[in-house]
């Protein structure tokens, strides 16, 4: 089960590389037409593995407590939007595609402030990842091993043109396509570590998990709600982001439910 674990928490970084690597054989950045459709479909990727493969075990886990089962999952759902929005509020970073940096004011280069921006948005993902993995490990069998690789798999999906939206743009600013490329995979590097927290986390409390994976999926909402969706309805033809949220919506949740 270790070297399972292992490959389900490092294949969402994998897909960060990937996209990363886009930067080689591509020139320009990606059109804005298409970073929405990539964004729509993170979008819904994220939706649906929240509910899936987080929000619904977690309620399983605790069907013990009869009508209040959803209290495990409300607590951590609102603990998750409420961290999410603290990190938003205080750490400095800036959004792709904007000049003005949010957060608390430093003294940070431009392109720290990008990476501050995408470890804020990675950080659920890989939360999620390793909450789902402590399931498997922890959990009563609400869980599976095939359900966690499912969200593993959805979330590299949507993270190769994550990848590539940070590499590119970091090319056009003048940086050599090998930095751009290593700054665009250590995007991803905040996924795998996440994981090994939350796993830590489940394996000293176990009764915490329930929790975790609800927290997850409040992080990711979060992500969803305030960065992902504004983005992918910008600009014209704002429906093709509201398509490819429908696509990888529908997508993760045939993955979990085929899998899982």
């Known amino acids: 089960m270790f070297w399972n674990v292992a490959i389900g928490l490092l294949i969402p970084f994998a897909g960060t590389t990937a996209g990363a690597a886009c930067v080689f054989f591509l020139k320009n950045a990606i059109s804005p037409l298409l970073q929405r459709i990539f964004t729509g479909f993170a979008a819904g990727v ?8 987080l929000l619904i075990p977690s309620m399983e886990m605790c069907e013990g407590m009869g009508k209040l089962a959803f209290v495990p999952s409300l607590i951590g759902l609102l603990a998750g939007v409420f961290f999410l929005l603290l990190m938003d509020s205080f750490v400095p970073h800036l959004h792709l595609g904007s000049d003005k940096p949010e957060g608390a004011k430093s003294s940070l280069g431009r392109t720290a402030m990008l990476m501050l921006a995408v470890t804020i948005h990675n950080l659920p993902e890989g939360a ?7 399931g498997v490990i922890n959990g009563d069998g609400a869980v599976t091993m095939a359900g966690a690789f499912a969200l593993a798999l959805g979330i590299a999906i949507q993270n190769f043109p994550e990848g590539a939206i940070i590499s590119l743009p970091l090319r056009s600013e003048g940086n050599s396509r090998m930095k751009s490329f290593l700054l665009g995979a250590l ?3 905040v996924e795998p570590l996440g994981a090994l ?5 489940a394996n000293i409390v176990t009764p915490i998990l329930p ?3 609800a927290f997850a999926a409040g992080a990711m909402f979060y992500v969803v709600v305030e960065e992902l969706i504004p983005e992918a309805s910008e600009g014209e033809h704002s429906n093709v982001g509201t398509i490819a949220f429908a696509i ?11 899998l899982g």
Do not use: E, Q, R, T
Not at 197 to 201: H, S, T, Y
Not at 248 to 258: E, I, N, P, S, Y
């Open 197 to 201: 927290v939350a796993i830590l986390l």
């Open 211 to 213: 929790y975790l994976l």
């Open 128 to 134: 999620a990842c390793g909450a789902i993995f402590a």
């Open 187 to 189: 995007s991803g590097a």
């Open 248 to 258: 990888g919506f529908a997508l993760m949740m045939v993955l979990d439910v085929a």
């Open 46 to 53: 994220m939706v649906a593995a929240s509910v899936w493969s």
